[in-house]
């Protein structure tokens, strides 16, 4: 059929122009973010026809034509971590992709039982991995922030699919935990001195941190009791504390207000009575620093009162209950 010989087309194609072969893999690994302008135009256009093509088309055979093109794509995902650009497009396939076939819950052993794609699925997941574990605290950060770009990328592309929307995100969710520990200290407290590139980078930080803490707060039922405890609650509690960004605070007031209003099912994920007191005194200390910004001082005064009328709400379901049994 036409589609199918599309598909194949495609496939084929982009095997040859983003593929390059495994000899020149290892000269592409020194290529960190760099193609040239006809190969870059080349490989964009080729993933862009993929994504078209697994996303509008219905075909048995486009399953079976991912062998075509998934070794390719893995390759550069691999070979050009720092190529924010190339990355998005990747992730834009991979989205299509996912869509079609998901990806299996964290559970089980393979992130895919579909044979075609259990390469390219892995290679997402270690890329993600890799960039997540290598934001140590003695690396330029600048120079590889490019890198954690690219993961978040394919983090939010993961997530966009219907089916096992968190397949990617709670298999490395513990290194998202220790990322944001770090995150949270380099965006709260940064250096002094900082050039107008540091000013970029940190504001872009300041965005994956917040991107980083929506994450965890949906996906508190996997993460660790100890994690929640010794990182993530102290993590939010730091940030209403010191942080200096009012993009930041109102974040994580939003985070504080999305998190106390978990639906009735999901309570036991909610704050512990402790930590709601905890947040609500550091909220109210938080109050005179922001006096020069009404709208912040909102925010943390709506949320100082959602914290205090959650906590009274089952005192005042026994007062009702008792008013209305007179």
Not at 80 to 87: C, H, I, Q
Not at 184 to 200: A, C, F, I, M, Y
Request: glycine share 4%; net charge positive.
């Amino acid at each position: 059929s036409s589609q199918s010989q599309a598909s194949s087309a495609a496939g084929a194609g982009g095997a040859g122009t983003i593929g390059g072969g495994g000899s020149t893999q290892t000269q592409q690994q020194s290529q960190s973010s760099s193609l040239g302008p006809t190969q870059s135009s080349s490989v964009f256009m080729t993933l862009e026809v993929l994504r078209v093509i697994y996303t509008t088309l219905e075909s048995p055979t486009l399953l079976p034509n991912v062998k075509y093109f998934s070794k390719s794509v893995s390759t550069l995902l691999s070979s050009y971590p720092l190529n924010v650009r190339l990355t998005r497009a990747c992730a834009n396939l991979i989205r299509a992709l996912l869509m079609k076939y998901p990806a299996d819950a964290s559970n089980r052993q393979k992130i895919t039982s579909i044979s075609e794609l259990v390469e390219l699925y892995t290679v997402v997941l270690k890329t993600v991995h890799e960039a997540l574990t290598f934001f140590g605290d003695n690396i330029n950060k600048t120079a590889i922030l490019p890198r954690l770009q690219s993961a978040f990328l394919l983090l939010t592309a993961t997530q966009q699919c219907t089916t096992n929307p968190y397949a990617f995100v709670d298999r490395c969710i513990s290194q998202i935990v220790k990322l944001l520990h770090r995150l949270v200290h380099e965006v709260v407290t940064p250096t002094s001195s900082q050039s107008p590139q540091d000013n970029t980078a940190f504001s872009q930080l300041t965005d994956m941190l917040i991107s980083g803490l929506d994450i965890v707060k949906s996906r508190l039922n996997v993460v660790s009791n100890e994690a929640r405890k010794n990182v993530f609650c102290p993590d939010l509690l730091f940030i209403i504390e010191r942080s200096k960004e009012a993009k930041l605070l109102r974040a994580v007031i939003r985070i504080l207000r999305d998190w106390i209003d978990v639906p009735k099912a999901e309570e036991h994920f909610a704050p512990t009575n402790r930590e709601k007191v905890a947040f609500f005194s550091r909220l109210w200390m938080a109050v005179p620093r922001w006096s020069d910004q009404p709208e912040v001082v909102r925010d943390i005064l709506d949320c100082i009162y959602q914290v205090i009328s959650y906590s009274l709400r089952p005192f005042l379901n026994i007062h009702q209950q008792m008013f209305i049994g007179r």
